[in-house]
């Protein structure tokens, strides 16, 4: 695929050095964004290489991601979706009352359709939501979108320049407050540049691509962009970044319990307009909790195994 100088010239421009982020002992993550989020809880990738990261510190990881969400979380309001403040408070209630210490923020891809014009509404977004959360006194981690995977979709170009623009937004909200940037798009976008001078058609031949549609991660592209989440941390070769099959496993099958706790497939019945005929079973979501302390448990045991 053909790229215009002027365009890779601005995609591939250094960033200002990230200074290195930190778990620590006892860090409670809560991870916001959109379908790039909740996909990596299928497949564990991203977290696994937390864990190798940071083979020292003891710390738990909840995913709150949701397919298609904005930072007004227009994708998670259900039977409320024309409410707007009823949306967004589905974004901000879930993540305190989880008392998070880290607060990972994934959002970008989904406004970014609305082009330039809709720089303002997103960054005012993003402001309100990082407000919101102040009580939480979390660290917090701004994600940049990724780009769009070179070759899948014919207007990749004008896509990624849009990205660009969205993610840059986000590194300035993150200057502006003091928090820690962390630029996937600019990473990944150099992953899928040279993937694609490297294996040109013979790669598209072998279905080598990283995403499902250009957008999506695929689970091989998760797997092949954990080492560059851990470098948008800020962090160095010297960090580890690979992690046993089986503790990757063992995350995916706590991601997997607590998926069905947060999100249960009868919540209408449960929570919403409907509890008046099974509301009584709501509390059985607390059974959840302790299968997810055994696939915790089981995180612990591997993740001692792991090279410090």
């Known amino acids: 695929m053909l790229i215009s100088a002027a365009f890779l010239a601005t995609m591939l421009g250094q960033p200002p050095a990230a200074k290195p982020f930190e778990l620590?002992?006892?860090?409670?993550?809560?991870?916001?964004?959109?379908?790039?989020?909740?996909?990596?809880?299928?497949?564990?990738?991203?977290?696994?290489?937390?864990?190798?990261?940071?083979?020292?510190?003891?710390?738990?990881?909840?995913?709150?991601?949701?397919?298609?969400?904005?930072?007004?979380?227009?994708?998670?309001?259900?039977?409320?979706?024309?409410?707007?403040?009823?949306?967004?408070?589905?974004?901000?209630?879930?993540?305190?009352?989880?008392?998070?210490?880290?607060?990972?923020?994934?959002?970008?891809?989904?406004?970014?359709?609305?082009g330039k014009d809709g720089l303002p509404k997103f960054e005012k977004g993003l402001e309100k939501l990082l407000d919101a959360l102040k009580p939480a006194n979390a660290r917090i981690v701004l994600f940049s979108p990724i780009?769009?995977?070179?070759?899948?979709?014919?207007?990749?170009?004008?896509?990624?320049?849009?990205?660009?623009?969205?993610?840059?937004?986000?590194?300035?909200?993150?200057?502006?407050?003091?928090?820690?940037?962390?630029?996937?798009?600019?990473?990944?976008?150099?992953?899928?540049?040279?993937?694609?001078?490297?294996?040109?058609?013979?790669?598209?031949?072998?279905?080598?691509w990283y995403t499902d549609n250009g957008m999506h991660l695929r689970d091989s592209g998760y797997d092949r962009t954990a080492h560059l989440m851990i470098k948008a941390l800020g962090l160095d070769d010297t960090h580890n970044t690979y992690a046993p099959t089986e503790l990757r496993l063992a995350i995916v099958a706590k991601n997997e319990q607590f998926f069905n706790k947060w999100r249960p497939q009868n919540e209408t019945y449960l929570f919403g307009f409907r509890k008046h005929e099974q509301g009584k079973n709501a509390k059985e979501m607390a059974e959840f909790d302790p299968f997810i302390e055994k696939a915790e448990d089981e995180i612990d045991k591997l993740r001692l195994n792991l090279k410090k």
């Open 147 to 208: 780009p769009i995977e070179i070759g899948r979709i014919p207007d990749a170009e004008n896509r990624n320049r849009d990205l660009d623009l969205y993610s840059k937004a986000i590194g300035r909200v993150a200057n502006n407050r003091s928090l820690h940037f962390a630029d996937l798009n600019h990473e990944v976008w150099k992953l899928y540049v040279v993937a694609d001078k490297m294996n040109g058609d013979t790669r598209r031949e072998k279905d080598w």
């Open 24 to 114: 620590q002992n006892g860090d409670r993550i809560v991870w916001l964004g959109n379908t790039l989020v909740e996909r990596e809880q299928r497949y564990g990738y991203w977290e696994a290489a937390l864990h190798a990261a940071f083979p020292k510190a003891n710390f738990r990881v909840r995913n709150l991601g949701w397919s298609g969400d904005t930072v007004h979380g227009e994708a998670r309001g259900r039977f409320d979706f024309g409410n707007a403040q009823k949306c967004f408070q589905q974004v901000v209630e879930p993540t305190l009352e989880l008392k998070p210490t880290v607060i990972f923020i994934s959002y970008g891809t989904n406004e970014s359709f609305e």
